[in-house]
């Protein structure tokens, strides 16, 4: 082996040994980097099919909030998501927690499907992703099926990222009952 082929050979198991010791990078979903645990959520103001017509995240601060991205209204998966939302309300309100939906949907989509599903918890308009792009829950056009759990205080407490419709507020509920109880 020549001494060249031994330097390549070399220098390729220090940079594989090199990888093994590198911190891992920050987590990152299909959308993108998540947030970190622990900080600050990042700040949102959105149009909205209810109230005064615009939602910040600041608005809530002093209840725990959960922040769920959703593709599309009117969509299967979506649909079952929101119905077991808006099923499991009352034990959110009990918990101090608000539910906001977000997703790429217009104002008036918004309203058609609140209307349509008897939702009354808030759904937002992120129609240019910024929202979903900061939570690393956007893909191209439309916002990834991602859950965000905020404190009291505004911190990120909480993601879920494989997120099943069918069972998922049950998920959320016992992660906020497993939070509210370590406070």
């Given at each position: 082996?020549?001494?060249q082929?031994?330097?390549?050979?070399?220098?390729?198991?220090?940079?594989?040994?090199l990888?093994?010791?590198?911190?891992?990078?920050?987590a990152?979903?299909?959308?993108?980097?998540?947030?970190?645990?622990?900080?600050?959520?990042?700040?949102?103001?959105?149009?909205?099919?209810?109230?005064?017509?615009?939602?910040?995240?600041?608005?809530?601060?002093?209840?725990?909030?959960?922040?769920?991205?959703?593709?599309?209204d009117f969509?299967?998966?979506?649909?079952?998501?929101a119905?077991?939302f808006?099923?499991d309300?009352?034990?959110?309100?009990?918990?101090?927690?608000?539910i906001?939906?977000?997703?790429?949907?217009?104002?008036?989509s918004?309203?058609?499907?609140?209307?349509?599903?008897?939702?009354?918890?808030?759904?937002l308009a992120?129609?240019?992703?910024?929202?979903?792009?900061?939570?690393?829950?956007?893909l191209?056009?439309?916002?990834?099926?991602?859950?965000?759990?905020?404190?009291?205080?505004?911190?990120?407490k909480?993601?879920?990222?494989?997120?099943?419709?069918a069972?998922?507020?049950?998920?959320v509920?016992?992660?906020?009952?497993?939070?509210?109880?370590s406070?």
């Amino acid at each position: 082996m020549s001494l060249q082929a031994l330097t390549l050979s070399f220098l390729t198991l220090c940079f594989s040994l090199l990888s093994f010791l590198t911190p891992a990078p920050p987590a990152h979903a299909l959308g993108g980097p998540l947030p970190p645990l622990n900080q600050p959520a990042p700040e949102f103001t959105l149009p909205t099919n209810t109230g005064d017509g615009t939602i910040a995240l600041k608005d809530y601060r002093g209840k725990w909030v959960v922040v769920y991205f959703y593709p599309k209204d009117f969509t299967p998966g979506c649909t079952l998501e929101a119905r077991r939302f808006q099923a499991d309300l009352p034990k959110y309100l009990s918990r101090n927690t608000q539910i906001l939906g977000i997703s790429a949907d217009s104002v008036d989509s918004h309203a058609e499907f609140c209307d349509s599903e008897g939702l009354k918890f808030p759904l937002l308009a992120d129609e240019d992703g910024s929202v979903s792009k900061a939570y690393g829950s956007w893909l191209s056009f439309m916002s990834l099926r991602h859950t965000f759990i905020i404190d009291p205080d505004g911190l990120l407490k909480a993601t879920f990222t494989a997120v099943r419709p069918a069972i998922h507020s049950t998920e959320v509920l016992a992660k906020l009952d497993e939070l509210q109880g370590s406070n």
